[in-house]
């Protein structure tokens, strides 16, 4: 409930003994926090009446008496400037009202003070200058806050936070105030005493002089550009520059070079710091007003950039990522064919010139339902199987010119639509003769290549040999481990006996060769090759096949 003026003199007459006034008016003062009022006693002397709306203003003022305490008739004489002097208190309930002494001088606002001559402006850095000079023994004899940079920063960033919770702050300040307060390069100054709650309403001015300074509330030791948040919200940069001037060149301690910038912020997250205080203290009113300058100063960042208040520019937002239907041009829902680039075949070593063959992959027929029994192994299928080779190898004379031949590579290059078993028929590739893909082997839809030269005995991951998927028939083995006599191929299921021992190809080994792949329909054996015709979906891959002789 506001405190008419007349009510406030009453009171001040509680405070003051003697005091009888005899003319009183409103006096300007923080509306949110004081109410306020000057008086006129019987002597024409001046008084000024403060009267705290809460209990946290009773306690800023209970703060300010005790600082001024602090300051001794030694530091006051030092000062260019006049301080208030309390002349007495009155407490009820919980609240105190404090009653000050007279000061000459009145308030201007930042426009006047902004269009004021250039004597003024110094007048106005003076006055900075002397308040950051304080001994900080003033700060810590009193029990005051004091911060170091990183401290401060800190407390900006939890006060970030606790305003985003409201859900009131616009997305683009969150971002920009964010980034600011993470930019540690801006937060390299050296602490000083800061009046913290310096602005156009606490100067009272007569002519071109500052005569006192009031608002001794927020004490603190910390960050200097808090004193620089008002100044900086004026149109006129020759004014603010000719106070930075000379309140640069009356410091002892030179100005860190980013003052500007964090008192920009200041001045910004100034509107945070208010709409939380009229969250908190439930009054709608100030929860609008905070409202309305933040929407204002989100569009003026928007359209013009606003302020610099850091030193690193704010990155732009990054764009989602495209999602679903394209993905580095091509169509989610298309099917993928290896067609268009295959894979390229393994280099091989040093001199060898390895023969080149064309293998045709005709479309597999739906397989039935395959029993409980495990899958047979590649290289040997087990009796009673019906299993039955589906590979037809026909030799192709070698070129006489062929490069001499070096160790044993098979290399597989599936160019084609990738031909996989049905889900539900076991991966005759998957058993140890016969490697799959995730056994060291690579299937042939991968456009991976295999590398083959070692014995049935070795280990899955050994083994390279190239596996060709099927249905309820065994791949025949391309490279056999017995490589004594001709008739090996017919008995590749024999490899894995014991005694077997893998044999590299001796030089002249090597052919070329032409190999037809046919899946053979419900387990019956194709009477011959069946060359694609041009509406089959049919692949294409090349492969080179060790021919092993006998010596």
Same mark, same amino acid.
């Given at each position: 409930?506001?405190? %008419?003026?007349?009510?406030?003199?009453?009171?001040?007459?509680?405070?003051?003994?003697?005091?009888?006034?005899?003319?009183?008016?409103?006096?300007?003062?923080?509306?949110?926090?004081? /109410?306020?009022?000057?008086?006129?006693?019987?002597?024409?002397?001046?008084?000024?009446?403060?009267?705290?709306?809460?209990?946290?203003?009773?306690?800023?003022?209970?703060?300010?008496?005790?600082?001024?305490?602090?300051?001794?008739?030694?530091?006051?004489?030092?000062?260019?400037?006049?301080?208030?002097?309390?002349?007495?208190?009155?407490? +009820?309930?919980?609240?105190?009202?404090?009653?000050?002494?007279?000061?000459?001088?009145?308030?201007?606002?930042?426009?006047?003070?902004?269009?004021?001559?250039?004597? !003024?402006?110094?007048?106005?850095?003076?006055?900075?200058?002397?308040?950051?000079?304080?001994?900080? $023994?003033?700060?810590?004899?009193?029990?005051?806050?004091?911060?170091?940079?990183?401290?401060?920063?800190?407390?900006?960033?939890?006060?970030?936070?606790?305003?985003?919770?409201?859900?009131?702050?616009?997305?683009?300040?969150?971002?920009?105030?964010?980034?600011?307060?993470?930019?540690?390069? !801006?937060?390299?100054?050296?602490?000083?005493?800061?009046?913290?709650?310096?602005?156009?309403?606490?100067? !009272?001015?007569?002519? /071109?002089?500052?005569?006192?300074?009031?608002?001794?509330?927020?004490?603190?030791?910390?960050?200097?550009?808090?004193?620089?948040?008002?100044?900086?919200?004026?149109? &006129?940069?020759?004014?603010?520059?000719?106070?930075?001037?000379?309140?640069?060149?009356?410091?002892?301690?030179?100005?860190?070079?980013?003052?500007?910038?964090?008192?920009?912020?200041?001045?910004?997250?100034?509107?945070?710091?208010?709409?939380?205080?009229?969250?908190?203290?439930?009054?709608?009113?100030?929860?609008?007003?905070?409202?309305?300058?933040?929407?204002?100063?989100?569009?003026?960042?928007?359209?013009?950039?606003?302020?610099?208040?850091?030193?690193?520019?704010?990155?732009?937002?990054?764009?989602?990522?495209?999602?679903?239907?394209?993905?580095?041009?091509?169509?989610?829902?298309?099917?993928?064919?290896? $067609?268009?680039?295959?894979?390229?075949?393994?280099?091989?070593?040093?001199?060898?010139?390895?023969?080149?063959? %064309?293998?045709?992959?005709?479309?597999?027929?739906?397989?039935?339902?395959? /029993?409980? $029994?495990?899958?047979? $192994?590649?290289?040997?299928?087990?009796?009673?199987?019906?299993?039955?080779?589906?590979?037809?190898?026909?030799?192709?004379?070698?070129?006489?010119?062929? =490069?001499?031949?070096?160790?044993?590579? +098979?290399? !597989?290059?599936?160019?084609?639509?990738?031909?996989?078993?049905?889900?539900?028929?076991?991966?005759?590739?998957?058993?140890?003769?016969?490697?799959?893909?995730?056994?060291?082997? +690579?299937? =042939?839809?991968?456009?991976?290549?295999? *590398?083959?030269?070692?014995?049935?005995?070795?280990?899955?991951?050994?083994?390279?040999?190239?596996?060709?998927?099927?249905?309820?028939?065994?791949?025949?083995?391309?490279? *056999?481990?017995?490589?004594? *006599? =001709?008739?090996?191929?017919?008995?590749?299921? #024999?490899?894995?006996?014991?005694?077997? +021992?893998?044999?590299?190809? =001796?030089?002249?080994? #090597?052919?070329?060769?032409?190999?037809?792949?046919?899946?053979?329909?419900?387990?019956?054996?194709?009477?011959?090759?069946?060359?694609? &015709?041009?509406?089959?979906?049919?692949?294409?891959?090349?492969?080179?096949?060790?021919?092993? *002789?006998?010596?």
């Amino acid at each position: 409930m506001r405190r %008419k003026p007349i009510e406030l003199a009453a009171v001040a007459t509680a405070a003051v003994p003697g005091l009888t006034p005899t003319a009183v008016s409103s006096a300007p003062d923080d509306p949110a926090d004081f /109410d306020a009022a000057l008086l006129l006693d019987s002597e024409g002397k001046r008084w000024r009446v403060r009267s705290p709306r809460h209990a946290e203003a009773s306690a800023r003022l209970e703060t300010e008496f005790l600082v001024l305490r602090a300051f001794a008739p030694g530091i006051r004489a030092e000062l260019p400037f006049l301080m208030p002097t309390v002349a007495g208190t009155v407490r +009820q309930g919980q609240l105190s009202t404090f009653v000050y002494s007279h000061l000459a001088g009145a308030t201007r606002s930042l426009d006047d003070l902004s269009s004021g001559s250039p004597a !003024l402006a110094r007048e106005i850095g003076a006055a900075l200058a002397a308040i950051h000079d304080l001994p900080r $023994s003033i700060v810590s004899n009193a029990d005051l806050p004091s911060y170091t940079p990183n401290e401060f920063r800190q407390r900006r960033l939890n006060e970030l936070d606790q305003a985003a919770t409201t859900g009131k702050i616009p997305p683009l300040l969150l971002r920009r105030w964010e980034h600011a307060m993470e930019d540690v390069s !801006l937060w390299r100054f050296n602490p000083c005493v800061v009046h913290g709650d310096l602005h156009e309403d606490n100067l !009272l001015v007569d002519g /071109d002089r500052v005569t006192a300074v009031t608002g001794w509330t927020d004490l603190r030791i910390g960050d200097p550009a808090d004193d620089m948040a008002w100044l900086v919200a004026s149109n &006129e940069q020759d004014f603010v520059n000719a106070v930075l001037d000379h309140y640069t060149s009356s410091r002892r301690d030179v100005p860190d070079a980013h003052l500007l910038r964090r008192a920009a912020l200041s001045a910004e997250f100034a509107l945070a710091q208010y709409l939380v205080k009229g969250m908190a203290a439930g009054n709608q009113d100030m929860i609008d007003e905070a409202e309305s300058m933040l929407a204002a100063l989100a569009d003026d960042v928007a359209e013009y950039g606003g302020q610099p208040i850091s030193v690193e520019p704010l990155p732009r937002p990054v764009e989602a990522p495209e999602t679903g239907a394209e993905r580095g041009g091509v169509s989610a829902g298309a099917p993928t064919t290896a $067609s268009a680039a295959p894979a390229a075949p393994a280099a091989p070593g040093a001199g060898t010139a390895p023969a080149v063959s %064309k293998v045709t992959l005709l479309p597999l027929e739906p397989a039935p339902a395959p /029993d409980a $029994s495990p899958a047979p $192994s590649a290289s040997a299928p087990g009796p009673g199987t019906g299993a039955k080779p589906a590979v037809h190898v026909t030799p192709i004379p070698r070129d006489a010119d062929a =490069a001499p031949p070096g160790p044993a590579v +098979q290399t !597989l290059t599936n160019a084609g639509t990738d031909s996989r078993p049905d889900a539900d028929t076991p991966d005759v590739s998957s058993t140890p003769d016969a490697p799959g893909p995730g056994a060291g082997g +690579q299937a =042939a839809g991968e456009g991976t290549t295999a *590398t083959s030269a070692a014995p049935n005995d070795a280990s899955p991951g050994d083994n390279a040999a190239a596996a060709v998927p099927q249905a309820d028939v065994a791949t025949a083995d391309v490279a *056999t481990a017995d490589a004594t *006599t =001709a008739d090996t191929r017919d008995d590749a299921g #024999a490899a894995g006996d014991d005694g077997a +021992q893998a044999a590299a190809p =001796a030089a002249g080994d #090597a052919s070329t060769q032409s190999i037809a792949v046919v899946q053979p329909s419900s387990g019956k054996e194709p009477d011959s090759v069946k060359e694609p &015709e041009s509406g089959d979906n049919t692949s294409t891959a090349a492969i080179t096949v060790v021919d092993v *002789t006998s010596r």
